[in-house]
């Protein structure tokens, strides 16, 4: 089987430093055909290949459904295809076919956020309803930092029947579509100490994390050579 393309969707903004170290953290260790970024392409990633979208005025999860949507739509993207962010590294030689992970019983991703409010944890908590309202009882969550494999038209279908629940679109494309796999924990590191698994095959940073904590240098010391999709120079 033919290496799936990576799709991800990138906001307009500055060189975005997250996302070069992030492709070369799949030039390196992510079995992929091709890199399509949806959106803005910083003048750098001229390697990758690119699929412009509208996105001004758009909610950042208005911006990734627009995104994933357009993939889908886009002839000569893979199908199936990874769906990535920007901030999502792979730290270690993935298999190919890359496998479907998951985050567990979104009931149990609950208890993880403890009383903490915030409007992610109250979208999450909709998309449940959502969810157990067609009768899915107790509905994984596909919440991780990690890259998904997606079916089209499975996406397609399930952002039609799931207007306002894009923020947690992963969820809702895995449970409509009856997609298993592997569960772990989340590896989002929010803080700029030490204390992060530097094992661990996957990483995913904030901003602040990766520009000022420990865990962005360990990924930038980890990555030092530009990849096949960075274009050498100045702008």
């Known amino acids: 089987m033919e290496p799936l393309d990576l799709v991800v969707p990138v906001r307009e903004g500055a060189n975005n430093e997250q996302l ?16 399509w970024i949806v959106g803005y392409r910083p003048w750098w990633a001229a390697g990758a290949a690119h699929i412009a979208t509208h996105q001004r005025g758009l909610p950042a999860y208005a911006n990734t459904t627009t995104a994933v949507r357009a993939a889908c739509e886009h002839p000569e993207v893979s199908d199936p295809f990874l769906w990535a962010n920007d901030d999502f590294f792979v730290m270690a030689p993935q298999p190919s076919p890359f496998p479907v992970l998951h985050r567990g019983p979104v009931r149990e991703v609950f ?19 959502f969810l157990t ?3 899915y009882e107790d509905p994984t969550s596909f919440e991780l930092h990690v890259p998904l494999p997606v079916h089209k038209d499975g996406m397609l279908r399930a952002l039609e029947a799931a207007p306002g629940h894009d923020v947690h679109k992963r969820t809702v494309y895995g449970v409509l579509n009856g997609v298993t796999g592997t ?35 360990f990924i930038r010391e980890r990555f030092p050579d530009p990849c096949r999709y960075e274009k050498h120079g100045r702008r």
């Not at 070069?20 to 890199?35: E, G, I, K």
């Not at 208890?111 to 309803?129: D, I, L, N, P």
């Not at 989340?186 to 000022?212: W, Y």
Request: aromatic share 10%; no cysteine; glycine share 6%.
């Open 20 to 35: 070069r170290y992030a492709l070369r953290s799949w030039a390196a260790n992510l079995p992929h055909r091709h890199v």
């Open 111 to 129: 208890a993880q956020y403890g009383t903490r409010s915030s409007a992610y944890v109250a979208a999450m908590r909709e998309t449940h309803a």
């Open 133 to 135: 309202d067609l009768g």
């Open 183 to 217: 569960a772990m924990r989340d590896v989002k590191v929010a803080r700029r100490g030490p204390q992060f698994d530097a094992s661990s095959p996957f990483l995913s940073t904030t901003p602040d994390s990766f520009t000022n904590g420990a865990v962005g240098r």
